[in-house]
């Protein structure tokens, strides 16, 4: 069998047992530190948890404001943390806005709120 300390396998374990270990407090500060947050009964301005349409150089998109930990870019769940989430916040029905994106500014027609 030999020495533990020899053991790669071993050594393997407790690596994984380190990283769940360290995943486990994470999880623990995000569930002690969450804050129930309740949506505006305004449609007329953007916020969390609103779902927006907008125009993207003539482009119709549908984009959802999420908390940090619900974004979903790929689903157009964007957080409010997020260059064109954070941009969009405080904005009601035909603002135009300019949302800088590591491509660039791209410009944002809003649509609708709901």
């Known amino acids: 069998m030999g020495d533990l300390k020899e053991n790669s396998g071993y050594q393997s374990a407790r690596e994984e047992l380190g990283e769940l270990d360290g995943r ?15 949506t505006a009964i305004s449609d007329t301005v953007i916020s969390l948890g609103k779902k927006v349409e ?6 119709k998109k549908y984009i959802s404001i999420v908390g940090e930990f619900e974004s979903d870019p790929m689903n157009g769940k964007l957080s ?16 135009k806005v300019e949302v800088t994106t590591p491509g660039g500014k791209v410009p944002y027609i809003i649509l609708s709120i709901a």
Request: hydrophobic share 40%.
């Open 24 to 38: 486990i407090l994470e999880v623990q500060y995000i569930l002690n530190n969450a804050e129930i947050v309740t």
């Open 54 to 59: 907008v125009d993207v150089n003539g482009a």
């Open 80 to 95: 409010t943390t997020s260059p064109i989430g954070s941009t969009l916040l405080g904005k009601k029905v035909g603002d």
